[in-house]
DNA sequence: GTCAAGAGTTTGTTAGGACATATGGACGTT
DNA sequence: AACGTCCATATGTCCTAACAAACTCTTGAC
């Protein structure tokens, strides 16, 4: 029965269960817990931790929600991920490739007031016509063009009018200004490219792309972002992991 | 401070947590709880139910992990989903139909054993020769092709010989035979259909086609099944819900 | 030998209580 | 008028405790 060396720091603010639960996810990334491993049961663990057992359970669920861990009642807790990729959050792409090392590069094709059309209007649950900042940006990465970005932000929302996006993401921009991203709606589909959109991303028209229409919500349930994007997709895939509960 | 009419039946076999879960939704979804709403605090609302506050925030804890509430501390938790679509969840393409009330036909173009190849090994997770099923479909809506579908199966985890997939989904093949699927890894891009897909899809060489790969995990963290399935775009999108925890 | 009943194991659900911490507004000071 | 402090509020974290339900394995009957 595998039992990890986990141990927690009482006195420090990291909740007890979020330190468990990384000190488990690391021992499976680092692959000393191995898929099909299955961990000791809540209760003997909770009890070698000196934790209680709802705190145990709370890390494992984390993992369980993360795709990491299964649970089958009688039987146990088992490892069940490949340790390919981290969960799918709620990052921009530039975030994304921040992370992973890679040169990536901004170019701010537009960025100005206008107002509002149907959709855009719609999607941000704002009257049509009134005031959004609209974002165009071409994304390259080591020098490829990779994304082609077109954004809408309310004007009610954040002031975008100083902010320089060659250097700072979107969703950079809106951490800084307070503004906590919780939930997003995305559809993503594919179409063949216009001819300007084909120019951009290096391509010819007609070359398929990857589109990807996402609607950004904030810890206030108000829409803070609506954007449509598209993806060179011989370059970008999007991953995800799906959990049922 | 709206308090939807929510009532808990102590003698049902679902949990109770889950029914009150399920009556917030169904009030969200109605539009009795409007995007921005405030909700009682957690205290009052188990207190009304004749509830512990644990239960009534595995409730609330349900609906913020489908994107449906937020939460604040020192502020209360808001209504934020637009009451657009459902969660996306772990199911097959063909629930997803049946569900929408859609004539959903399935052709079977190949179900046979074969050699597993190199990919299809490495993802299912098995030796690269060893015995598995090739399911090749074709999904058509209201007569219409809308999926080129080709599924792996390992010989170990199920038999497929004497199984009608006109009539009987993968995953519902699966749910009969005691396989509980629990995690699935995807990844979501775009390219050129080929003659043949083209063909079956009722398209033109060259059209462009959303691809999907996915590999399956049941509940004992085994590989169930890989697969890799072509869309056509124009009829149908991918829809998902982030959420940050 | 086969199958069913029962015991043991492990997660699932629920309760009740306590203290911590972030938020926002009220109030008072500068 | 602007700023900072304090307090009420609501969620976040953590604990102890108990019983229910699903699964596995062993035991016993036929």
Known sequence: ??????????????????????????????????????IANEVALA??????????????QLLVDKGMLVR????????????????????????DLKRGGRQAETQVLDQ???????VAASR??????????????????????LALMRNFVPAAISDLSHVDFTTTGLYEHFRAG???????????????????EARLLGGRKGDPVLTMERTSF???????????????PDLYAYETTLVDR
């Open 47 to 60: 009890g070698d931790l000196g934790l209680s057992r709802p705190t145990m359970r709370q890390a494992i």
């Open 1 to 38: 029965m595998p039992l990890p060396d986990v141990v927690v720091n009482r006195s420090s603010p990291v909740p007890l269960y979020f330190q468990v639960a990384e000190q488990l996810e690391r021992a499976i990334f680092e692959g000393k817990l191995a898929p099909g491993d299955r």
């Open 124 to 145: 941000l649950k704002v009257a049509e016509g009134s005031s959004v900042w609209k974002l165009d940006r071409l994304r390259t990465v080591d020098g490829e063009p």
């Open 218 to 232: 904030d810890d206030s349930g108000r829409a803070v972002e609506y954007g449509t994007h598209l993806y060179r």
């Open 72 to 95: 089958k009642r009688g039987v146990g807790t088992q490892v069940v991920h490949p340790p390919i990729k981290r969960t799918v959050e709620l990052t921009s792409l530039y975030d």
């Open 112 to 118: 100005q007031l206008v107002e509002a059309d149907e």
């Open 178 to 196: 307070g503004i906590h991203l919780r939930v997003a709606h995305q559809t993503i589909s594919a179409r063949r490219a216009e001819t300007a």
